[in-house]
């Protein structure tokens, strides 16, 4: 069992910059990728970023390429992601998830909620 905790959310005007943080606990060995989902009111949860545990391979959503950067700390077992240029449409609850293979995310972090104000 994994646990995560984010931190980092809050919240931002329109072109602004925050960075996520998600600290792994419990069996972080056995991760091998870590994503960043979000979740505005009213919508589906989607995916925005996610990272190879090592390697670091990344991939994100077209929404946020160019504007988000994920990256990790093995040796700190944590995750992060950079977000500039933030938008309106940004505004959402952040969920921080890790997977033991491919796309089967089975640990959730509680989530952190950030608000862009136009």
């Known amino acids: 069992q994994v646990q995560l905790v984010e931190s980092g959310g809050g919240l931002v005007q329109t072109g602004g910059s925050l960075r996520l943080s998600c600290v792994a606990s419990?069996?972080?060995?056995?991760?091998?990728?870590m994503g960043w989902f979000r979740q505005a009111p009213g919508k589906e949860r989607e995916f925005v970023a996610r990272?190879?545990?090592?390697?670091?391979?990344?991939w994100y959503a077209d929404s946020v390429k160019g504007r988000f950067t994920i990256s990790r700390d093995v040796a700190k077992n944590t995750v992060y992601l950079q977000m500039n240029s933030l938008k309106p449409e940004d505004t959402a609850v952040y969920y921080c998830?890790?997977?033991?293979?491919?796309?089967?995310?089975?640990?959730w972090g509680q989530g952190t909620q950030v608000t862009v104000s136009p």
């Open positions: 998830a890790a997977s033991t293979g491919g796309w089967d995310f089975r640990s």
């Open positions: 419990g069996r972080a060995i056995s991760i091998s990728t």
């Open positions: 990272i190879m545990w090592n390697g670091a391979t990344t």
